[in-house]
């Protein structure tokens, strides 16, 4: 995957493969997400070390480190990831103490391992007390197909005791269809995707079933027809 790739000029700036997208946030505010979380489990989270996949440029992230800190009574650490290196520059214009943004491709499963690990070790700890996954589920499964977006819940649910997911609609994939190929780009899995106006449910099948997982909390869904998963492992304490 070649960085030159990751944004398409011009045209419709919604219109891009992985997400990506330049300023995210003008149109998703983080207070509406930030709103949608529970306030009472973080606190047993000690020591408190997160990832945030699918960082953009880093605005999310840090308005949730000042939540968890505010909620947890904790310091919170953490690493905060996204494919584009461009927003990742942005994010780290602006970065505050306790996050470590960082360019990386989490289906990359070299590099991935490589810096997930090497984090983890940094912070003394086996896993992440917990992932947040916020609009990222989509982009996967339209790249990298049903088994690609099963392989990565595995993975996040294999290195996280809670996870945060927050999966778009069906609706949501049709749109993103739609505004590529006015780029003259088809998403290579989209026609072999067999899993469609169920994508949801079948996100939290796999949760649940294929990685032991047992649902705390369902939000409300946000005015742009999100919401939140949140998912713990079954054997696993938080504290």
């Known amino acids: ?36 979380l529970p306030k009472n489990i973080w606190n047993q989270m000690n020591p408190f070390v997160a990832l945030d996949v699918g960082c953009n440029a880093g605005n999310l992230t840090m308005a949730l480190k000042d939540f968890l800190k505010k909620y947890s009574s904790l310091e919170p650490s953490i690493l905060a990831v996204d494919i584009d290196p461009l927003l990742i520059n942005r994010a780290n214009e602006h970065t505050s103490d306790g996050i470590t943004f960082q360019c990386l491709d989490i289906m990359d499963v070299t590099k991935r391992d490589q810096t997930i690990n090497k984090y983890l070790i940094q ?80 996100i939290e099948q796999v949760l649940n079933i294929d990685c032991n997982m047992v649902k705390l909390i369902e939000s409300e869904r946000t005015t742009w027809e999100r919401k939140l998963l949140i998912f713990k492992q079954k054997l696993c304490n938080i504290s």
């Not at 790739?5 to 505010?29: R, T």
């Open 1 to 36: 995957m070649h960085e030159n790739n990751l944004q398409f000029k011009g045209g419709n700036p919604g219109a891009v493969q992985y997400g990506n997208f330049i300023n995210y946030y003008q149109f998703h505010s983080t207070e509406e997400r930030i709103n949608l």
């Open 123 to 202: 912070m003394k700890v086996e896993k992440f007390k917990v992932a947040f996954c916020f609009s990222t589920t989509m982009w996967i499964h339209l790249n990298y197909g049903d088994e690609g977006l099963e392989n990565f819940l595995k993975y996040i649910c294999s290195i996280a005791v809670v996870v945060v997911i927050e999966p778009q609609p069906w609706k949501c994939y049709k749109t993103a269809v739609k505004r590529m190929k006015q780029k003259k780009f088809v998403f290579p899995e989209f026609s072999k995707l067999k899993y469609r106006e169920n994508v949801e449910s079948v």
